[in-house]
């Protein structure tokens, strides 16, 4: 009864501020169906992780990898069939009763009968493939590193994307903060020089001039809270959260610095970076691949084994004298194959050495890339540095230029030059905190390094 108690006055409630019942139940129905979720950077990270399509389908890529593996692993293995079937046959060779008396078995097993029933089992065994199967083995196991490293791959562009967002919205809200502020503070301007303009203390330009500049600053404000509603939908897309979810970030817009090694950075990444590792594995199935190829040319070894019953009478089947066996081996020698293990060598051999220079090219790349990451961290930490100390004197000068203004011993331009001038520092930090972060993230994608590897894996 409490309850229902409630929901009825929410509903009056809404009645009253709506003024319709039908508008007012559907904007209660909306309202109930509206939840929040606070995520930190590491909760959003994981959503985009178990979300991505992208990253689904590597998931499967590399259960399709060891699947080729068991295939792979099966070609040492015996081929065991069960076979059985029926021939009808125009005639046979009758051997006569009295060679049939000679032997144990039914003649028809060796010759065969008119109407033949026939059930047994084979058993194959590859003794020696030129080495073919042992290096399908070793391509199979290389192949599924490979899927293991571009799931890397894949995770660390998805991580860096929800980082900058993530660090975006962050910004977003410290830039809608400090146009608010701006705002706040034009206004509230504004209204000590129309008190004055009132009194006869200061000229109708210092009181336009001061209107002028809320107007400006109202745009300001709304680019900005526009910019934060465009990149918080952008963010629930990527992590794959419901656009109806109000969002709350645990986060600030914050940043530690991290010592500069550039040596260290670039070992780091020719160590951890997916696409390194894929390059230096892609040489070794080039290896391998060679191996294969060359085993085509070499001889092959098989072993069989048969064991059936064969009889004229379905009944009679199944007893000694209607059974048989044979076992043997088998010897492949290639002598002339139209060049074919030729073309297949040579083939492999230019898939290594194309391996070998896309290994060097990312080697090249990755030293790059750690260049511009570094630079960027420099960058980024003088932009800060340079405006930190300016953000409270920029409070300071805003506070003595009111006060000066108040008391007659300021203009209105002083006011308002030093409000904007704070906006643009503070604007200057917050930009260079954003930009240190992403710099930091870039690095990190660089050198393979995940920030929650432990948590994500």
């Known amino acids: 009864m409490e309850n229902i108690f409630k929901r009825n006055i929410l509903k009056i409630i809404s009645l009253v501020f709506l003024g319709t019942i039908g508008f007012g139940s559907c904007l209660y129905a909306e309202i109930i169906e509206i939840r929040q979720v606070s995520l930190s950077l590491e909760d959003a990270i994981s959503l985009a992780f178990k979300n991505n399509k992208d990253i689904l389908i590597q998931e499967n890529e590399i259960k399709a990898a060891k699947a080729r593996i068991l295939g792979a692993r099966g070609e040492f293995l015996p081929k065991v069939n069960i076979n059985g079937g029926y021939t009808h046959r125009d005639s046979v060779m009758n051997l006569g009763a009295a060679q049939a008396s000679n032997s144990d078995k039914d003649p028809g097993v060796f010759v065969g009968y008119e109407d033949e029933k026939r059930v047994g089992v084979s058993v194959e065994q590859a003794l020696f493939k030129g080495g073919k199967n042992i290096a399908n083995l070793k391509q199979a196991n290389l192949r599924l590193k490979v899927q293991k490293e571009n799931l890397r791959l894949r995770k660390l562009a998805v991580e860096f994307e929800t980082q900058r967002l993530y660090y975006g919205i962050l910004l977003a809200y410290e830039t809608e903060r400090i146009a608010q502020e701006l705002l706040d503070q034009a206004q509230a301007h504004y209204e000590i020089v129309k008190k004055k303009f009132e009194q006869g203390a200061v000229s109708k330009f210092d009181l336009l001039q001061s209107k002028v500049q809320v107007s400006k600053v109202v745009p300001q404000l709304v680019r900005a809270q526009n910019a934060k ?66 085993a085509s ?38 002598v002339f194959d139209g060049f074919s293990a030729k073309a297949k060598v040579d083939e492999a051999k230019a898939k290594y050495a194309q391996a070998e220079l896309s290994k060097q090219d990312a080697a090249e790349t990755v030293s790059l890339e750690v260049s511009q990451g570094v630079l960027n961290l420099i960058q980024a930490q003088a932009i800060i540095e340079s405006q930190q100390d300016s953000v409270e004197a920029a409070k300071e000068a805003v506070k003595i230029a009111e006060v000066r203004y108040e ?31 992403m710099g930091h993230a870039y690095l990190n994608k660089t050198m393979g390094v995940n920030l929650f590897e432990e948590e994500t894996k």
Not at 253 to 278: C, G, H, M
Not at 413 to 436: A, H, P, R, W
């Open 297 to 334: 040319g070499r001889p092959g070894v098989n072993a069989g084994f048969n064991y059936d019953y064969k009889s004229d009478d379905a009944e009679a089947l199944f007893n000694s004298r209607h059974n048989n066996w044979n076992i043997g081996i088998s010897i492949s020698i290639p």
């Open 229 to 294: 509603e465009l990149i918080i939908e952008e963010f629930k897309k990527l992590i794959g959260i419901d656009r109806k979810e109000i969002v709350l970030f645990q986060d600030k817009l914050t940043y530690s610095a991290i010592d500069i090694d550039e040596a260290k950075f670039l070992q780091l990444a020719y160590e951890r970076r997916p696409d390194v590792i894929i390059k230096a594995l892609e040489i070794k199935i080039g290896q391998q691949g060679i191996l294969a190829a060359k």
């Open 407 to 437: 008391n007659g011993g300021g203009t209105n331009i002083d006011v308002l030059d030093t409000q904007i001038s704070l906006s643009q520092i503070e604007e200057n930090l917050s930009q260079g905190i954003y930009e240190y972060l």
